[in-house]
């Protein structure tokens, strides 16, 4: 009996290529910036972010089906380390159903670890840098 598959691999590939964008994005201000705790705080972040699109990306496949597309995007170079951040934050939330629905809790898990993890980094950015 074949189930069919309600998940859309193209909105969890152009997820998740956001967040491996956005990881590299964080890895430029975390070269760039002079603030010690900003620097810990973003190189916390981004090698967050690179696990837990693998885990995302893993757990949605091993639920639904291999993802063939990745969209290319272009990789920024923000200047303000806390904007960038908050702008990732929105993004992880506005979009987290676009290829996982609310009853799949355990993808939706992984999203909410993940925006703990953005969470963390913002308490950082704005308080103790």
């Known amino acids: ?3 069919e598959i309600k998940a859309d691999a193209a909105s969890a590939g152009t997820y998740i290529a956001t967040l491996l964008n956005a990881a590299t994005s964080l890895h430029y201000l975390h070269f760039r910036t002079r603030s010690f705790s900003k620097h810990e705080a973003l190189g916390d972040l981004y090698e967050s972010i690179i696990g837990f699109a693998d885990t995302l990306t893993e757990a949605y ?4 089906q291999i993802i063939l597309d990745f969209p290319s995007q272009s990789v920024t170079t923000p200047t303000d380390e806390l904007e960038f951040v908050l702008k990732l934050h ?12 609310a009853e799949e809790t355990e993808l939706q898990n992984i999203i909410d670890e993940l925006i703990g ?3 963390k980094a913002a308490y950082k950015i704005k308080f103790l840098s």
Request: cysteine-free; glycine content about 4%.
């Open 90 to 101: 929105q993004y992880v939330i506005n979009a987290r159903y676009s290829f996982a629905p």
């Open 1 to 3: 009996m074949k189930t």
């Open 61 to 64: 496949q091993g639920r639904h």
């Open 117 to 119: 993890a953005i969470d």
